[in-house]
């Protein structure tokens, strides 16, 4: 123990001393700040945007003048993703998805207003936030800090007079390893502590569930994370001969890890399981709507069929007899019909999404980096899920403002009446603002189990690898 | 102290040390002369078991180096041809450093007075190492092998090129290490500073220890005749 704390306190003396790497750590910590700040005013603005957007459209929807519900109905609202505190660390997707959405009968309306349109196309290449900075950045401190931990010994001799002390190559290793993570901690430990402190008092106020416990999470596979460069880089530079040799090695997994498998694994995704085009999605619901879904009735064979449902139920012989407007209830049932198509083929949009996502997934086992970018998204709710589970809430909170809506034509106009009966303030105030919830961590961790498995399984080989090279290798000087 | 009992080591079929059988006592300097390639190095690495004998045993206070391996080089100071110490680290912070890990912690005073008894100028003791020449980072070895109390020292051609002063300096730090009871066995292309030095001699050529001899025995020139003649033929 007395030994490794004297290798441990050796290696961050001289860590310390090497100018590159204190100005590396300076630029990285300079970026992280900004990073952190600039996401802060960006999560501030965009909270009050989305607070004053949402009263606005709020008093617009209550304070519209009388008309026919359906009207009101496609008069529509709109509704804001709000952005959650933890994408103030990590972006994710939500440059690319969008911040609002148009809500209205008969038509889902796609995500409004992408941050990225407002960029130039330099926003292919990310933009910087806090995360960027801990999956990009990092590694690259972690290589130049450990390229040379054991080729460095090897050239200047030291390993030799190290040896000689009959200091193993495990001790040296673990030496090594526990000296780089005590200086990338004792620059990091601020932020995590700022992150859990700000977590802990936005923890009842921000819509992303379980917020303090998300952070720890979050921290917890950083820590993981930055485990596992630096044990490769320890291992990469045991295995050379030379400190250019190691850095060559080590800068070459690092574009691997973080440009080609990620890239690769996104290509074969799109290639094996691709998405069809807007307009081929837009014109299958529509089809599927006018000639019905397999098995289903089309349209106006839909049509007469609920004609002769509500004339039994009601044993009546023709609609005008009807007690409640057929108009409404034939809207309505328009409605429904065009959400099970809508589900059907949203679904399958779904699937070919997730069977794409899945390839990104097993390819973590390559790439730590990509579980790391899946998880980070997960868990900050900017991910694929939290934008499938937002559009999920707000097609269910536009279900049921048209289904009010059309049930109030059909419950309390009379046959026939469409503009001459107008509802008020009185029906608008029965919709409740919308308010939006993300999905709980149960559901990020069930989504990202490969994701996790992959981190456990690098850091285990890796640990496995330097120890079992630690024993096998050979004589240095024979 | 120090005793090669049949040591050989091969590396193939190329024989580095053949049936070495050799023993060193407290008090004595045994100077290993020979060409580059003649086992010297292999022997010492040997005696330090960051090599395993092919055949015979290195023994290091009467124990096998290969089945004790930590008490034996608790016992061993070593000092290669280039004392390589960590260049970012000063010279005191290395001596304590090198000392911590043989469990043997001193205080700063203690280092620095270790550091001054070994030759090394004041005012390069708070110095980096990358500031040292090459007698410096070889007092600093004097130092360390000091500050252990080794029992043993072994060195691999210390003072090649090293200027005469700095190697007049580093030998009379042996002699003082010699006077101490140290067990040292130096390997030297250096037939000056072995007769000079030593107090005894050996030979070695392709593996083998040709000749073993006091050094009082012979002259220089006596020596190096002896010398050149087991290198001609």
Not at chain 2, 112 to 139: A, N, P, T, W
């Amino acid at each position: 123990m007395k030994v490794l704390k004297l290798l441990i306190k050796k290696e961050i003396k001289i860590a310390l001393r090497q100018r590159l790497i204190r100005i590396m750590a300076i630029i990285i910590i300079l970026l992280l700040s900004t990073a952190l700040w600039a996401g802060y005013i960006t999560y501030k603005q965009q909270q009050e945007n989305v607070r004053l957007a949402q009263e606005q459209r709020r008093s617009e929807w209550l304070h519209q003048i009388d008309k026919n519900p359906h009207t009101a109905a496609h008069y529509g609202t709109f509704v804001f993703k709000p952005k959650t505190l933890l994408s103030l660390f990590d972006f994710g997707l939500d440059t690319f998805t969008g911040t609002s959405k148009y809500l209205e009968a008969h038509y889902q309306h796609e995500f409004m207003f992408r941050p990225a349109q407002e960029y130039s196309s330099t926003i292919r290449f990310g933009q910087l936030s806090a995360a960027l900075v801990f999956q990009l950045l990092i590694p690259l401190l972690i290589i130049f800090l450990s390229f040379n931990s054991f080729t460095s010994e090897k050239e200047n001799g030291t390993l030799r007079l190290l040896m000689s002390q009959h200091v193993s190559y495990s001790t040296i290793a673990t030496g090594k390893i526990m000296a780089n993570l005590l200086i990338l901690f004792s620059l990091l430990i601020p932020f995590f502590t700022l992150a859990l402190i700000f977590s802990g008092s936005y923890a009842n106020t921000d819509v992303i569930q379980n917020l303090s416990f998300r952070v720890l999470l979050l921290l917890a596979l950083y820590v993981l994370y930055i485990i596992i460069f630096v044990t490769l880089s320890v291992w990469v530079s045991m295995l050379s001969k030379t400190s250019r040799n190691s850095l060559l090695v080590l800068l070459s997994v690092w574009v691997l890890f973080t440009v080609i498998v990620p890239k690769a694994s996104t290509n074969i995704g799109t290639q094996t399981t691709p998405l069809p085009s807007l307009k081929a999605f837009r014109s299958a619901i529509a089809d599927d709507i006018k000639n019905g879904l397999d098995g289903d009735l089309s349209a106006p064979e839909r049509r007469k069929e609920l004609e002769k449902t509500y004339l039994e139920k009601y044993k009546k012989d023709s609609l005008h007899q009807l007690p409640l407007n057929f108009l409404g209830i034939s809207l309505q049932a328009g409605e429904d019909y065009a959400g099970k198509v809508y589900d059907y083929h949203w679904r399958k949009l779904e699937q070919t999404i997730e069977k794409q996502n899945s390839i990104s997934s097993w390819a973590s086992f390559i790439s730590p980096y990509i579980a790391i970018r899946n998880l980070s998204m997960g868990l900050s709710s900017t991910d694929v899920n939290a934008y499938f589970h937002f559009h999920k809430h707000t097609e269910t909170y536009r279900r049921n403002l048209v289904k009010k809506m059309n049930m109030d034509l059909a419950e309390n106009s009379r046959n026939g009446e469409f503009f001459e009966y107008k509802a008020d303030e009185n029906l608008w105030k029965t919709i409740t603002p919308f308010t939006y919830t993300t999905t709980s961590v149960k559901r990020v961790i069930t989504y990202y189990f490969i994701e996790i498995i992959a981190i456990i399984t690098w850091i285990l080989l890796l640990l496995l690898a330097i120890y079992s090279y630690s024993k096998k290798i050979k004589p240095i000087y024979a | 102290m120090l005793q090669a009992i049949d040591l050989t080591k091969k590396y193939g079929d190329f024989t580095a040390v053949k049936s070495l059988n050799l023993s060193i006592d407290p008090g004595q300097i045994f100077c290993l002369l020979g060409a580059n390639g003649a086992g010297k190095s292999t022997t010492i690495n040997l005696f330090l078991n960051f090599i395993g004998a092919t055949k015979g045993k290195a023994l290091v206070g009467n124990m096998d180096v290969k089945a004790n391996p930590k008490k034996t080089k608790g016992l061993i100071s070593y000092i290669p041809e280039n004392l390589m110490l960590y260049k970012n680290l000063t010279g005191l912070e290395n001596l304590g450093f090198f000392c911590g890990l043989a469990r043997n912690p001193l205080s700063k005073d203690e280092l620095e007075h270790i550091l001054l008894q070994s030759g090394l100028q004041c005012d390069f003791i708070h110095k980096r190492v990358h500031s040292y020449s090459k007698g410096m980072r070889q007092k600093v070895g004097i130092a360390l092998a000091r500050a252990r109390n080794s029992k043993i020292l072994l060195l691999d051609e210390p003072t090649s090129g090293l200027d005469p002063k700095a190697s007049n300096e580093f030998s009379e730090l042996l002699l003082e290490m010699k006077e101490n009871g140290v067990t040292i066995l130096m390997a030297t292309h250096d037939l000056f500073r072995a007769k000079d030095t030593g107090t005894h001699i050996g030979i070695m050529k392709e593996g083998q220890l040709l000749e073993n001899f006091n050094t009082d025995s012979v002259s220089f020139l006596d020596l190096e005749s002896l010398y050149l003649k087991h290198m001609k033929n």
